[in-house]
């Protein structure tokens, strides 16, 4: 499904920062925004990434009557002063600001045991650290000034249940995910949404490169655990991304919505029968009725 969902104009007057919006599904999900005619503000590490993607996003979506603009300003998440810088430089490039998009990440496979203290911690501070001084900083701009904004945090599946070989990644996806939850009951008073999109796999180079290096790559087929047999596509994260930032979804607040084609599904017990043969379900069938049968006798 290559097709934006919203209808045109969905998101204009509405300024939006993307954390990790030059790259990737941050990238794709900054240019639904634009199209539906919202400011965006793209934010990470790398001022010249950011650049180029303003450049490149700019004359794909760019519109004539003021809105779809793009801000691209260098911030690394582990920083408050640079969170604060961002925010500070889009109200005064945009007037304000109504939606948080927390979308940077860091993360590598391995088994956690061969983990350097740093290496964790390298994971968490930009994963955990990062949406939670992002949140913290916009959501008292948006207190002090009465403005009822929206944060959206994009978590994984197994924040919720858990994961080896990631084990940094899961912890501090967890934690994000309580604080989104927590964080709607307190600041629901406000008119603060705060809601998470767990995605399966939609390919990046980010994650491609970390997640399937070679030789993994030649062992893992990651459609072949999807009950739907493909991996997602990026506007389709895009759409329900766009819903949950938009007015149309102003009752949904800590929510967390999975979109992975029934990926986490896979964990019932006897899901792995999809490998039994039509032929050898005859022979089952047969082996279960005898045993009814015995069992009656
Ligand atoms: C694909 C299927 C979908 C399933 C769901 C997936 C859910 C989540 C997906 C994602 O989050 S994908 C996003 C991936 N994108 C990124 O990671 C982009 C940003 N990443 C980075 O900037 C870097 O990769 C990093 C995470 C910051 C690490 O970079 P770097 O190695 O340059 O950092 P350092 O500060 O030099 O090193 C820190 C520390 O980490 C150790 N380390 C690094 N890689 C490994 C590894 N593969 N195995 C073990 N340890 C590693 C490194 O040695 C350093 O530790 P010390 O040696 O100094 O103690
Ligand atoms: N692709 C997938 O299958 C899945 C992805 N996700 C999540 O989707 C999101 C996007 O991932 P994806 O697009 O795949 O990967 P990318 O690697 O493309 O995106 C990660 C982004 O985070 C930015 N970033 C990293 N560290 C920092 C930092 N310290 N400060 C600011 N920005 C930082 C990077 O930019 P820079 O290096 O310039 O700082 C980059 O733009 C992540 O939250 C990821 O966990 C979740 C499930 C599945």
């Known amino acids: 499904m290559n097709q934006g969902m919203l209808r045109e104009g969905a998101l204009q007057g509405k300024t939006i920062i993307v954390t990790g919006g030059g790259t990737g599904l941050g990238k794709s999900m900054s240019r639904y925004f634009l199209q539906l005619g919202a400011n965006v503000t793209i934010c990470s590490r790398r001022q010249n990434v950011l650049d180029e993607a303003a450049k490149e996003l700019m004359d794909e979506t760019g519109r004539s009557d003021g809105s779809g603009q793009v801000l691209a300003l260098a911030c690394d998440v582990r920083n408050p002063q640079e969170i604060e810088n961002v925010i500070a430089e889009t109200v005064n490039r945009f007037g304000r600001i109504d ?36 949140t913290l900083a916009v959501g008292k701009h948006w207190i002090e000034n009465q403005i009822k904004g929206t944060v959206l945090n994009i978590s994984t599946t197994y924040a919720q249940t858990g994961s080896g070989y990631v084990v940094p990644s899961a912890v501090a996806k967890g934690g994000a995910l309580i604080m989104t939850k927590s964080l709607a009951a307190e600041w629901g008073k406000y008119g603060i949404r705060l809601n998470a999109i767990a995605p399966g796999p939609f390919p990046t180079k980010g994650a491609w490169d970390r997640l399937f290096p070679e030789p993994l790559m030649k062992l893992m087929d990651p459609t072949s655990r999807i009950p739907l047999k493909r991996v997602g596509e990026h506007q389709e994260l895009a759409n329900l991304a766009a819903y949950l ?8 607040t800590g929510e967390c919505i999975t979109i992975d084609g029934g990926e986490v599904l896979m964990a019932g017990e006897f899901n792995h029968l999809e490998q039994v043969s039509s032929e050898m379900w005859d022979v089952i069938e047969q082996t279960i009725k005898q045993a009814n049968r015995a069992s009656k006798s």
């Not at 993360?107 to 001084?133: C, H, M, Q, W």
């Not at 930032?245 to 949904?252: E, M, N, R, T």
Request: hydrophobic residues 45%.
């Open 99 to 134: 939606g948080l998009l927390n979308n940077s990440a860091g993360n590598f496979i391995s088994p956690t045991e061969r983990l350097s203290y740093k290496a964790f911690d390298v994971i968490v501070d930009i994963v955990l650290r990062g949406t939670y001084y992002f």
């Open 245 to 252: 930032l938009s007015d149309f979804s102003g009752f949904v």
